[in-house]
């Protein structure tokens, strides 16, 4: 397994477009988690799944944002009708909650970074 | 939730000991004590977790003092490559995933 994928990598839109990214965790991993980076600030959680089901949301997720996990395993974030202030990176991440070799960790990976114009 | 307090930037110099300080006056007797690792345009990488004393691992230890209410990340013989911001969290991996909080980090900028 070659870890986390995100696509796209790069992503510009206008404004009051929808996208679409994706996000493809290690393939044994239950839990996956969605993050947004802005510059020089840590990630800020915005929800996470175990298995299929999307157990929290942020209050950061308005209801433009949306995140599926069909089938626990790769997932979506889409966001409607975006802003501006919607330019980040979208960070995703896995991780395996019963597994003591890997101490809960989270995998991430390489970020969908997002530019709203 | 457990916010955690570090040093917004530090500078060493290759072969140094980094030392990095977090602090958490309010962990919860749940949460553990995690460091990440963030290079630019790359989402974070884990370097460590622990719970209490000292875990060593093959890139780094952490320090855990009895009352939990800070810790230290120590990088040993740094190099160049460890210029990255690093980040300390704190709370119960095995339950809310919200309530894991990244911070703004601490920039460490190696020099040779």
């Known amino acids: 397994d070659t870890g986390v994928s995100q696509d796209p990598r790069h992503k510009i839109t206008k404004r009051g477009q929808n996208v679409t990214f994706r996000c493809d965790p290690i393939?044994?991993?239950?839990?996956l988690y969605w993050y947004r980076q802005t510059l020089g600030q840590g990630p800020e959680f915005l929800t996470y799944f175990q298995n299929e089901a999307q157990l929290e949301k942020s209050r950061l997720l308005s209801d433009r944002f949306s995140a599926e996990r069909p089938k626990g395993s790769f997932s979506t974030l889409e966001i409607q009708r975006t802003e501006q202030g919607d330019s980040a990176m979208y960070l995703c991440a896995s991780s395996s909650l019963f597994s003591d070799d890997l101490d809960n960790e989270q995998f991430f990976g390489p970020g969908t970074r997002l530019t709203v114009l | 939730l457990a916010k955690t307090t570090q040093p917004i930037s530090m500078d060493s110099y290759e072969g140094q000991e980094v030392n990095i300080t977090c602090s958490h006056n309010n962990i919860a007797t749940n949460d553990y004590i995690t460091w990440y690792q963030q290079f630019p345009s790359q989402g974070p990488r884990f370097i460590i977790q622990g719970y209490k004393t000292k875990v060593t691992n093959e890139v780094a230890s952490l320090f855990i003092p009895a009352d939990r209410k800070s810790s230290t990340l120590s990088l040993p013989r740094v190099s160049l490559s460890d210029t990255a911001v690093y980040y300390c969290?704190?709370?119960?991996?095995?339950?809310?995933?919200?309530?894991?909080?990244f911070g703004s980090g601490t920039r460490l900028s190696i020099r040779p």
């Open positions: 969290l704190v709370g119960d991996p095995y339950s809310s995933a919200s309530k894991i909080i």
């Open positions: 393939s044994e991993h239950n839990r």
